[in-house]
T-cell receptor, first 112, second 111 residues
Framework: NAGVTQTPKFQVLKTGQSMTLQCAQD?????MYWYRQDPGMGLRLIYY???????DKGEVPNGYNVSRLNKREFSLRLESAAPSQTSVYFCASSPRGANTQYFGPGTRLTVL | AQTVTQSQPEMSVQEAETVTLSCTYDTSESDYYLFWYKQPPSRQMILVIR??????QNATENRFSVNFQKAAKSFSLKISDSQLGDAAMYFCAYVDNDMRFGAGTRLTVKP
């Protein structure tokens, strides 16, 4: 099993460009999550999907949209990237809510 | 909103010695989970240990153990017989319906 995979690993964008971060898990987990990690701030939840077909806002959802494409895949879209969105983005999954989360390797995004 | 506080931005330990990392949290819930994650330079988030709030017994995983004080809302991580490979950022996390992380503690292990 690959666990949680994320693509791309690195990305550089110009302000105003759009892009989608992809995440997939092969553990048959119900819940999936997107976090951002900034220096000195730990991880902050952007959006989560408790089950296929549902999505909910986390702590810092502004400027992002998500799609739970199916049980395996959960994508994060930046419609108009801003320098404040420069961060490392992590996807995670868990069997269900309030349970151990398993993380992908992260995507380092730089917005110039 | 639940908050998680790690009051030690950096800690240092001698190889083979014991170190304790602190974590406190704020919640009005009675049912929740607590975690410690390790993040080495590779950036991968690795689960170290997990504690269910309804369990009074402290969780243990090999050289890693926790001191869970529910009334005090404290959840410290003890690493025994520290090894060079333990050097990393350590994050405390709280979960009920969402997940909150502390800002992290950078652990250095001296040979």
């Amino acid at each position: 099993n690959a666990g949680v995979t994320q693509t791309p690993k690195f990305q550089v964008l110009k302000t105003g460009q759009s892009m989608t971060l992809q995440c997939a898990q092969d553990m048959n987990h119900n819940s999936m999550y997107w976090y951002r990690q900034d220096p000195g701030m730990g991880l902050r939840l952007i959006y989560y999907s408790a089950s296929e077909g549902t999505t909910d806002k986390g702590e810092v959802p502004n400027g992002y949209n998500v799609s739970r494409l199916n049980k395996r895949e959960f994508s994060l879209r930046l419609e108009s990237a801003a320098p404040s969105q420069t961060s490392v983005y992590f996807c995670a999954s868990s069997p269900r809510g309030a349970n151990t989360q398993y993380f992908g390797p992260g995507t380092r995004l730089t917005v110039l | 909103a639940q908050t998680v506080t790690q009051s030690q931005p950096e800690m240092s330990v001698q190889e083979a010695e014991t170190v304790t990392l602190s974590c406190t949290y704020d919640t009005s819930e009675s049912d929740y989970y607590l975690f410690w994650y390790k993040q080495p330079p590779s950036r991968q988030m690795i689960l170290v240990i997990r504690q269910e709030a309804y369990k009074q017994q402290n969780a243990t995983e090999n050289r890693f153990s926790v001191n869970f004080q529910k009334a005090a809302k404290s959840f410290s991580l003890k690493i025994s017989d520290s090894q060079l490979g333990d050097a990393a950022m350590y994050f405390c996390a709280y979960v009920d319906n969402d997940m909150r992380f502390g800002a992290g503690t950078r652990l250095t292990v001296k040979p």
